[in-house]
Structure formats: structure tokens, C-alpha cells
């Protein structure tokens, strides 16, 4: 199964249309990607959660920085596209199992911060329907969709 397109969080569309300190910035805010086990808080079960230390059982192994760290999105932008389109957009997303296998992954979290454990929740998505695991020497891909993250209309 493909993963399902990313979904926002409650309070995140909120955040997107506050014009101050408060929201998020698109064009300046880090952005992370944690992934998260099948055990955990599922992202799908409760999207009314709005800061990132509400989730729960995050991934764990290999190269990948548990703790909350997560990896930060590469080369994010908020670009109008046309007149009435605006997309924010990043790199794709790798990990690489080194060391260890990285166990029981099944959902993604896009969330803003630079510290740990912090930030607010952006969007998730759901990886697989059932759990999987990335054995050390291979390598995890999120591709992101040509049209980007998500857009705006």
C-alpha cells in the first residue's frame, strides 16, 4: 500500500492562518520528520493533538535519532505556484538502518521545532497499513509528491 496523503492536524490549520509568533512560518521554520511505531498515539485516531510531546512510541534504531529528534525536512519552501496556489514543499526524506534495525514503523509526522522534543504538529501520514521494519544497510525513502507537501487554494 502507498502511504496515505498528509493530513493536518487540528490545530495546525489554525496555525497556518495566524499572521504572528504564534503560527507557523512556512518560509522560516525548521521542520522535522519523526516516525512513529504502530503502538503508538496514532496520528489517524487523534488529529485533535497539537503539540509534538502528545505522541507517543516513537521509532527507534539505527542511524535514526530517537529521543524526538527526528531528521529535518531538506530544502523546505512556501512558493506561490500560480495565482491562487501556494505549496510547501521539501526534499525527499531518507533514512538509512546503520548499526541496527529501525523496528515497527508505520506512521510520519511533519512537525516544527529545533529542539527534541518541542513544536507543534503539522501534518501525518500513514506509511503502511501494517507495522514494518527497515534492516540495517537499507534505506528508507518518504518520496514527496510533485505537487509538493500540500497546497493551498
Given at each position: 500500500m502507498a502511504a496515505t496523503?498528509?493530513?493536518f492536524y487540528h490545530n495546525a490549520k489554525h496555525k497556518l492562518c495566524k499572521g504572528d509568533a504564534s503560527g507557523f512560518n512556512l518560509s522560516a521554520d525548521v521542520f522535522k520528520l519523526n516516525l512513529f511505531m504502530s503502538a503508538a498515539t496514532t496520528p489517524a485516531d487523534t488529529p485533535t493533538l497539537s503539540l509534538f510531546s502528545e505522541i507517543s512510541i516513537?521509532?527507534?534504531g539505527g542511524a535514526y535519532p530517537s529521543g524526538g529528534s527526528g531528521k529535518v525536512l531538506s530544502a523546505t519552501t512556501w512558493t506561490v505556484?500560480?495565482?491562487?496556489i501556494q505549496k510547501f514543499d521539501s526534499t525527499n526524506w531518507i533514512m538509512t538502518a546503520t548499526?541496527?534495525?529501525i523496528t515497527n514503523v508505520k506512521y510520519a509526522v511533519i512537525r516544527n521545532s529545533t529542539a527534541a522534543t518541542d513544536g507543534h504538529l503539522l501534518c501525518w501520514s500513514q506509511l503502511s497499513t501494517s507495522k514494518f521494519s527497515i534492516?540495517?544497510?537499507?534505506?528508507?525513502?518518504?518520496?514527496?509528491n510533485a505537487n509538493g507537501i500540500?497546497?493551498?487554494?
Open positions: 496523503p498528509w493530513a516513537e521509532a527507534s505556484t500560480d495565482t491562487s548499526g541496527s534495525t534492516s540495517t544497510g537499507n534505506t528508507l525513502t518518504i518520496q514527496i500540500f497546497n493551498l487554494q
